[in-house]
């Protein structure tokens, strides 16, 4: 059975931790986190550390601390195991470490007490040898039922995008919320639409499904909709509304 | 049983015809569309017919027509029976005929041949007395589970909330995976965060959800990110990664 050990107190790393847990084909082996404050609730699960030097022998190690710590928390590690980090937009060469490394990117947003089925998130891997990509094909295998094998290049294209599609989406439904709150009405009659938008394109793609004023050129109902607007929702509303009219005349 | 006619043939009307065939409660007792053609497929189900003066009497005329047509269809409805149309963005005022008037707004995103659920579309009705609203009341419930009384000024805020949350998002969508398909990864790896990112707010605000680059101020990432995107992808990103930093900044 694999011997794991997760670096770092955060979101994932918490949701990793919690995951591989309830794993019975992996052994979590020890947690390391600067603040142990911060994983303190596993000390009766699981071997926990603040010193990396502490650190026992394992097959692989997952760095899961921010992008501009993994250089740093990674070279110190004293092993040649396994090393990988979880993040989208850090590229595999980063790590530091003397031995081998790869990278276990679960691509999904996480928020701390919000339990996440990692079964249905997708895991991207990457490896230096075909033997360690069969290593963490077997690590993500016993979390999730989706895996892919992306390079450190194409990973950074699906982390902008995810930015789009996740970061940015959750921003607009913000804004959606502010002007229901300024106006007083319930936001909630919009969930099922919310539901519904992202369901759609699952069936077909965003350029079918897209409707609404600017997809018709309706100049008047956009005009409207600007004088409801503060003015940095305006800014967005234009820019939007632009991009899905050029989209239309290409 | 109330008797309903339904007036239009796109995709309100067209799902508004199935759902109510379908509905043991009310009687579908006339389709008008200006072209047949549109709404044949229920030629074996119900009566339709192309002229508006052969409109047979009914106790609601429901126009699911572009928003501009509204005043010219209603107008030349021959009956003082209650006339509403089902758009977000039309005041009920709009409404031309010379008797009852109301609205009947099921607060969705319809796409042709996408099949959808009524029971969970929430119906934002109005209308002028309380016994109109009664009878739109009943309608809607034959049809849906979620039923909100919504006037006029507080609907325009509804549906411009409803183009950030939908037709932007979807936007958003369409951008992701233009990304994608421009570099040549699988676009489908995004499913699961963009159906946990529309799932999460149900939980947690979208301010409480929001995470990313420009949540942290990372702007290396920002940059990396910017570095791969088109001229207009660029503009999107930066108004949005600006305005997420300016609600945390406030």
Redesign the interface.
């Given at each position: 059975m694999e011997r794991v050990a997760i670096l770092g107190g955060g979101n994932i790393a918490n949701h990793l931790i919690k995951a591989f847990l309830e794993n019975q084909e992996i052994v979590l082996q020890q947690i390391y986190a600067r603040d142990v404050e911060q994983v303190r609730s596993f000390e009766n699960s699981c071997d926990i550390t603040n010193s990396i030097r502490a650190l026992k022998e394992a097959d692989v190690y997952i760095i899961a601390v921010s992008?501009?710590a993994i250089g740093e928390v990674s070279a110190a590690i004293p092993s040649t195991s396994l090393v990988v980090h979880t993040s989208g937009?850090v590229a595999m060469d980063t790590l530091q470490n003397s031995g081998r490394k790869g990278v276990f990117y679960p691509?999904?947003?996480?928020?701390k007490n919000?339990k996440?089925n990692f079964r249905?998130?997708?895991f991207?891997i990457e490896a230096e040898t075909k033997q360690d990509l069969f290593l963490l094909e077997k690590l993500a295998h016993s979390l999730s039922d989706?895996i892919?094998l992306?390079n450190s290049q194409?990973r950074?294209?699906?982390?902008?995008?995810?930015?789009?599609?996740?970061?940015?989406?959750?921003?607009?439904?913000?804004?959606?919320?502010d002007?229901?709150k300024?106006?007083?009405?319930?936001?909630e009659?919009?969930?099922?639409?919310?539901?519904?938008?992202?369901?759609?394109?699952?069936?077909?793609?965003?350029?079918?499904?897209?409707?609404?004023?600017?997809?018709r050129g309706?100049s008047?109902?956009m005009q409207?909709?600007l004088n409801?607007?503060t003015k940095?929702q305006q800014?967005?509303?234009k820019?939007?509304s632009d991009?899905?009219t050029?989209?239309e005349k290409l």
């Open positions: 992008d501009t937009s691509l999904q947003s996480f928020t919000k996440v249905n998130i997708p991207c989706k892919y992306i194409e950074r294209y699906l982390h902008v995008a995810a930015v789009f599609v996740n970061n940015f989406t959750n921003h607009l439904y913000q804004i959606g919320e002007i229901c300024n106006y007083k009405v319930p936001f009659i919009l969930m099922p639409l919310i539901r519904e938008t992202a369901a759609k394109i699952e069936a077909i793609s965003p350029k079918e499904a897209q409707t609404g004023p600017a997809k309706d008047k109902t409207n909709h409801l607007l940095e800014k967005i509303y820019i939007l991009s899905i050029h989209g």
